[in-house]
């Protein structure tokens, strides 16, 4: 990305909104090179425009950033939950810590029990992937003879969990309790594998 660019993000950031006129006085550029450059911007899908209207006269765009757009900036995500991590598992037997994970798990399928009612079983399997998506794993399903399997190809608590694997048992619980029957996991990213790969019969039950 261009050095313009980089500037663009980083006042829209420190300011909220501009319009085009404000960030070409603020950066020293002329205004169309600074529409250009926000369109391209607009492309990548790191700030979005809308019409805003002062007093008489036609409205104009002003620019803020994205979702996309504000997470090209650092946060601390990370070392806060491993802090917060740590003082739990200072304070609290490994039993409390592992139940904490569960109810994170129910609650977060309690948000979607709406919609897995009367659902077959492939049809909460597609649904499940979408949950995982939303939740930062991107996932698929497919059949291994009558076995049903699943694999998460990204882990947004990878680097959370190389310190503190108990939050695998999140994605792990939130499978179960969707499908309602028990998940073995065959491989795990924090073991070394590509992939997490988990393993549903669906002849058993919880």
Not at 52 to 77: N, Q
Not at 171 to 187: A, F, G, M
Request: aromatic fraction near 6%.
């Amino acid at each position: 990305m261009s050095a313009t660019r980089e500037v663009i993000l980083k006042t829209l950031k420190s300011r909220g909104t501009m319009t085009i006129a404000d960030l070409a006085a603020s950066l020293g550029v002329s205004p169309v090179s600074i529409r250009h450059h926000l369109s391209s911007l607009q492309a990548e899908g790191l700030i979005a425009a809308e019409e805003a209207r002062h007093g008489v006269g036609r409205p104009h765009l002003v620019y803020s950033l994205t979702e996309a757009g504000l997470e090209r900036f650092p946060a601390k995500y990370v070392r806060l939950s491993g802090r917060l991590l740590d003082e739990l598992k200072a304070t609290l037997p490994t039993t409390a810590i592992e139940a904490i994970f569960e109810r994170m798990a129910e609650s977060m399928v309690a948000d979607y029990a709406h919609r897995l009612v009367g659902k077959s079983l492939d049809q909460k399997m597609s649904l499940l992937v979408e949950m995982l998506g939303e939740e930062g794993f991107m996932a698929g399903w497919n059949m291994v003879g009558e076995t049903y399997q699943l694999t998460e190809y990204n882990c947004p608590y990878f680097r959370i969990g190389q310190k503190h694997p108990e939050v695998c048992r999140i994605d792990q619980t939130l499978i179960s309790h969707v499908l309602e029957l028990p998940v073995e996991k065959n491989s795990c990213v924090l073991d070394g594998d590509e992939r997490c790969i988990f393993t549903i019969v669906p002849t058993r039950s919880l």
